[in-house]
């Protein structure tokens, strides 16, 4: 696996996540700077509810937003957490 794999996937995951609905064609890099964080938060074998837990952050308090669609940023966080290679030996 490219050593850069796992990072584009946590990308590609942040923008189908895409709380505020921005992601098109032509803006696919929205999210892009909190994939450090998550990348982070993954080799330190976070959970699915520590990640949901972040994506609430930057809903509520970074973007200032009063809905956070729960299920679907928990669907996100269980795709990442099954994924992660450190989970895997990888």
């Known amino acids: 696996m490219p050593q850069n794999q796992p990072h584009l996937k946590v990308m590609a995951v942040l ?3 895409d709380p505020i609905g921005v992601i ?3 803006n696919q890099d929205e999210y892009n ?3 450090v964080d998550v990348v982070r938060l993954l080799d330190r074998c976070a ?3 520590d ?3 972040y994506m609430r ?3 509520t308090d970074r ?3 009063s809905h956070f669609d729960e299920p679907h940023s928990r669907d996100c966080a269980q ?3 099954n994924y992660w290679p450190s989970r895997h030996g990888g």
């Open 15 to 17: 923008r189908r996540w």
């Open 24 to 26: 098109s064609e032509n």
């Open 33 to 35: 700077s909190y994939s």
């Open 47 to 49: 959970t699915v509810d």
């Open 51 to 53: 990640l949901v837990e």
């Open 57 to 59: 952050w930057v809903v």
């Open 63 to 65: 973007m200032g937003m």
């Open 79 to 81: 795709e990442l957490v």
